[in-house]
Every structure is written in structure tokens, then in C-alpha cells.
């Protein structure tokens, strides 16, 4: 049963499923709705999804540039931490939701809105994502789920809605899948991807070329760093949402950031997923690589044991969670001597480091060499070794005594 409420705020894409939404939310809750799109980065007309609102019964469009805040205030700081879910997703849409749902929750206040609502299937992880934060940010407002009480339950029962009210939708079946896409990375999922042994077509890719096409010659680049946060790529300051931008199209011109794997959904199914995440593929890569030289070996084992942990958290939904943001501080502090360049070689598909350098750096080459020196005496390995191998000796000697 729907709530009763005074004004929706609709998290508004132009595609088929809201723009079915924000029809069916005019005619059931009897209440004006304001269609809130959310830019971080995605390619779209916005002149046209304004005027598709409108024309669709919203009593207001609002585009909101969340493009450097998305970037500085939710990517970057994910990979300070080195989140990855499941040992390969960099959760590119994961790290969407809670700042698209953070400006919902603000414009609903602004616009005196009791009410919001999202497109997220019952199904997915993205209702737990939103829920999650509306939650957490404003719990007085009615969440409105159409997905989980209407009976348009089917892509062709939305067709067939959309046409008896006349709106304008572009699917097609030259497009069998769904996709989401944002600054770090574009998602494919459904449709023909259901099939786990099927491989994607490789006509499906948007922000690579294929490692087959990539250049012959390899690209050199260098990312420089400060407390962790990549602020210059050859030396080039550039704006958080430029910087991925542009490591966006080095990557994809060389065919590196595809990612196709099946993961584990918070609700418990499994699903298949393509992902192509070019610039972050990189990030994480040179960042990891200047860490081995900048940070203590205790703490970076520390720090590796909560990645998990921190993860499944952004995954979930539970960005703006208390055990989030204990979280972040750990991350955060173990980043104040992650300072540096490192240079990256990009070639076919891999990107791999090949140099590295810091002011903070807990290399020395006068203790690591294989030539002689002065700093190191190796006898005083015999002892480390022997209080070491101390347990392993009186194992063995009381098996032995058995025996």
C-alpha cells in the first residue's frame, strides 16, 4: 500500500523504467513529482531528458553536476583504501548511489518533499543502496518502491505502459542488456549477458578498445600522489573529475580496465557482470605500487586485513554507516606518507608499473643491495632465523620422542 504523501522526489534517469515511474507515481499517488537526474559523468543529452521529464508528467527537472564530488569525495577516497569487492570490482556503481541519494535528500528538503523514490528493482543491489542512505540522512522521509508493489513486473508490460501514455522510449532489441555508466567505469548486465559461458560481444564496449586493437607501441605515463590522492598525471595538475577523465581515455586506448565476473548480490543471488573501468584500473594499480614504498610493512598488513571488510560495506549500501567512517579514518590516516610518482606502462590490455619514487620512501638501496656494505651484518641472521625456527624445533623433536 502507498503512503500518503504531498511531493515525490524521483531519482530520474530518462529511461524506460523511471519515465514509466514518474508516470505511475502522477497517477497513484495524486501528488506533484520532481524528476531529479543525477550527472557524474554518464554521456547524455540533458537538454532532452529535461524536456522528456516535463513532458512526462514531472512537475519539475533538475540536473544536478555532481561530477567533482563524485570523484573527490567518494572515489578517490574508496581508493585511498584500495577497495575492491570480491578480489576484482572496483564498484564503480557502488560509489554512485550514495552521493546520487545524498543530493535526492537535499533537493527534497529544498523543495518541501515528504517522499522519495528510486527504479531499483526488487532484485538488485541498488534499492538496498538507496534505502540505505535515505535512511541514514533524512529517516522522516517515505520511501516509494515502485518496483516492489506495482504489476508492471517485465520489460514488455513497461512497453506496453509506456505506449498507452505516449512516452517516448529508445530500446531496442540491437541493445539486450542494461547498463549503467558514470565516471569511473560503465556496467553491463541482463539480457544476453545471463548466460555465464556466452562472451560479451565486442560491440557492447564503450570506453575501450580491445587488447587486439590496442596500439603496438606501449604508453608511458606518470601519476603523481599526495597522502594518497592522485593530484597530477605528468605533472600536469588536473581537477579530481579531470584526472579520471583523462586516465579514462589513456586507458581505453590501450585496452585496459575489462573485467568480466560473476559476484555475489547482497541479497543472495549471483549475477554476471562486464565492467570497463580503464582510469580506475590505473589508479589503483600505481597507488598500490607507490605504498610498497611508503608504507610500514605492520600497517600495510593492518590495512590489507579491512579492505574486505570496507569493500562489502560500499557494496552493501552502508556508505554512511558508523563503522563506515571509523573505517575511512584507518584508511585515511595510513595515507599521510603515500606520497610520490609512479610511472606506468600501458600495452595492450595490462598496465604495469615500472618505476616509483618517493620523499617518504622506506627503501634504502644501501641496505637492500647485493653488493657490499656497511649497514647490514648478515651474521645476525643465524639468531633471527634460530628464535624463529624456536616452535618448529620442538615439534619436530617431540614427534620424534613419540616415534
Not at 538488485?124 to 529517516?139: I, S, T
Not at 520489460?155 to 505506449?163: D, I, V
Not at 593530484?231 to 600536469?236: F, G, H, R, T, W
Amino acid at each position: 500500500m502507498l503512503p500518503k504523501v504531498n511531493k515525490i522526489v524521483l531519482a530520474y534517469s530518462g529511461g524506460l523504467d523511471t519515465s514509466v515511474i514518474l508516470r505511475w507515481l502522477k497517477e497513484n499517488c495524486d501528488c506533484p513529482v520532481i524528476a531529479y537526474a543525477a550527472d557524474i559523468g554518464q554521456q547524455e543529452n540533458w537538454d532532452q531528458v529535461r524536456a522528456k521529464g516535463l513532458a512526462t508528467g514531472a512537475e519539475q527537472v533538475m540536473v544536478s553536476d555532481l561530477r567533482e564530488e563524485f570523484v573527490r569525495d567518494y572515489v578517490f577516497p574508496a581508493f585511498r583504501a584500495n577497495a575492491v569487492y570480491e578480489g576484482s570490482y572496483l564498484l564503480g556503481t557502488a560509489l554512485a548511489r550514495p552521493l546520487i541519494a545524498k543530493e535526492q535528500v537535499r533537493i527534497a528538503a529544498a523543495a518541501g518533499a515528504d517522499a522519495v523514490s528510486h527504479g531499483a528493482t526488487g532484485k538488485g543491489n541498488d534499492q538496498v543502496r538507496f534505502e540505505l542512505a535515505y535512511m541514514a540522512l533524512n529517516p522522516r522521509l517515505a520511501i516509494i518502491s515502485p518496483w516492489r508493489v506495482w504489476d508492471l513486473n517485465s520489460r514488455t508490460k513497461l512497453m506496453a505502459y509506456a505506449k498507452q501514455h505516449r512516452i517516448p522510449v529508445s530500446v531496442t532489441k540491437a541493445k539486450p542488456y542494461s547498463s549503467d555508466e558514470n565516471l569511473l567505469h560503465i556496467s553491463f548486465e541482463g539480457g544476453i549477458l545471463e548466460d555465464p559461458w556466452s562472451e560479451p560481444e565486442e560491440a557492447m564496449f564503450t570506453l575501450s578498445v580491445s587488447p587486439e586493437k590496442a596500439p603496438d607501441k606501449p604508453t608511458y605515463m606518470e601519476l603523481s600522489f599526495e597522502q594518497g590522492i592522485p593530484v597530477a598525471l605528468d605533472q600536469e595538475k588536473l581537477s579530481p573529475g579531470a584526472m579520471l577523465a583523462r586516465l579514462n581515455q589513456l586507458g581505453g586506448q590501450n585496452g585496459v580496465g575489462r573485467l568480466d565476473m560473476v559476484e555475489n548480490r547482497f541479497v543472495g543471488m549471483k549475477s554476471r557482470g562486464v565492467y570497463e573501468t580503464p582510469g580506475g584500473t590505473m589508479l589503483r594499480v600505481a597507488h598500490r605500487d607507490l605504498e610498497t614504498i611508503t608504507l610500514d610493512r605492520e600497517v600495510m598488513k593492518i590495512r590489507d586485513s579491512l579492505i574486505p571488510r570496507y569493500s562489502e560495506l560500499i557494496y552493501n549500501g552502508f556508505w554512511f554507516s558508523p563503522e563506515m567512517k571509523m573505517l575511512q579514518n584507518t584508511m585515511d590516516y595510513a595515507q599521510t606518507t603515500v606520497n610520490g610518482v609512479v610511472r606506468l606502462k600501458l600495452y595492450k590490455g595490462n598496465c604495469v608499473p615500472v618505476g616509483r619514487k618517493s620523499q617518504n620512501s622506506l627503501y634504502q638501496e644501501s641496505f637492500a643491495t647485493f653488493e657490499e656494505d656497511q649497514v647490514y651484518r648478515q651474521a645476525d641472521a643465524e639468531g633471527f632465523i634460530r628464535l624463529n625456527g624456536l616452535r618448529l624445533r620442538m615439534q619436530a623433536l617431540r614427534e620424534d620422542s613419540r616415534g
